[in-house]
């Protein structure tokens, strides 16, 4: 249960940044965003296709298997995108993958939507999904997740594969809908009992989302989209996190887009710029 809140937390924030630089959103998703002075010289007017969010910090721990801070897990949610995921009131969704369950709950056929690749173009695999799930099943595993009650996993065909549970458990869907990990990035250096090296890669993580990291420093993370998105190329070229506690002036000055630190004040969805997009989302 702990684990499930703890999706369920950060879902509004992954929510909005997602559905912001893929062109979509409701206003009760969103953050409080940077407002428009007609006639007022905005810096934003320069930058139309970079989107920059200030944010109070983040750890770096960009790998959905082992999620940190809010700020760390949105990132990761634009780098990777999950098979399965957490909507606005808790339910799942279908997003990397389609999937069915069986009637008796135990049986979750997953099938990944057609041109999903990663970052280095190379095709989202079922037998990615079969590694993922089995470094969360592995014994030196400390995440959050739990697949322990996973009584076999089938891999049909390329795209396709299932996981029959022991007995049916309703939050199992989001367990074993994580964003998948590439077995030819990841699971080069992977062993049962040997997890450094797949933690080790979060500073440079390789993901299947709508964008992919570029620059990272303490002070500055940059993002750029990836044109072959399986669902559409993001309107923003790039997104842009810098960390300031003085996200209000930044917003003020227009110099960030949304402010995820809380010191500038709430305020409804006014748009700093005009969304161009050419995907949803």
Do not use: H
């Not at 428009?36 to 298997?65: E, H, M, Q």
């Not at 700020?71 to 990761?76: G, M, Q, R, S, V």
């Not at 969360?136 to 739990?146: C, K, M, T």
């Not at 049916?168 to 990841?186: E, N």
């Amino acid at each position: 249960m702990k684990k499930v809140l703890m999706f369920i937390t950060a879902v509004a924030l992954c929510i909005a940044l997602f559905a912001i630089v893929g062109g979509v959103a409701g206003d009760r998703f969103l953050p409080a965003m940077a407002n428009t002075t007609p006639g007022v010289s905005n810096p934003a007017s320069s930058r139309k296709k970079d989107f920059v969010i200030v944010c109070g910090s983040y750890a770096g721990n960009l790998n959905p298997l082992w999620p940190q801070s809010e700020t760390d897990e949105a990132i990761t949610r634009l780098i990777f995108d999950p098979l399965v995921e957490a909507s606005a009131d808790g339910t799942p969704m279908a997003c990397l993958a389609d999937y069915t369950v069986s009637a008796d709950g135990l049986t979750y056929t997953f099938i990944i939507k057609k041109n999903a690749v990663f970052s280095d173009g190379t095709p989202v695999t079922a037998d990615d999904v079969s590694f993922t799930w089995e470094v969360i099943r592995d014994p030196d595993y400390d995440g959050v997740l739990d697949l322990s009650d996973v009584a076999s996993v089938q891999v049909e065909d390329d795209r396709t594969i299932t996981a029959t549970l022991k007995a049916p458990r309703a939050s199992a869907v989001f367990d074993l809908g994580v964003a998948p990990l590439s077995r030819l990035y990841y699971g080069k250096g992977y062993t049962k009992g040997q997890l450094d090296y797949v933690r080790l890669q979060s500073p440079q993580p390789m993901g299947c989302g709508q964008y992919s990291l570029t620059t990272y420093t303490m002070e500055s993370m940059t993002l750029s989209r990836c044109d072959d998105y399986y669902a559409g190329k993001p309107g923003y070229e790039t997104v842009t996190f810098l960390v300031s506690d003085d996200g209000a002036a930044l917003m003020k000055s227009g110099e960030a887009d949304i402010d995820l630190t809380g010191s500038a004040e709430e305020a409804p969805y006014l748009e700093n710029r005009t969304v161009e997009t050419d995907s949803i989302g």
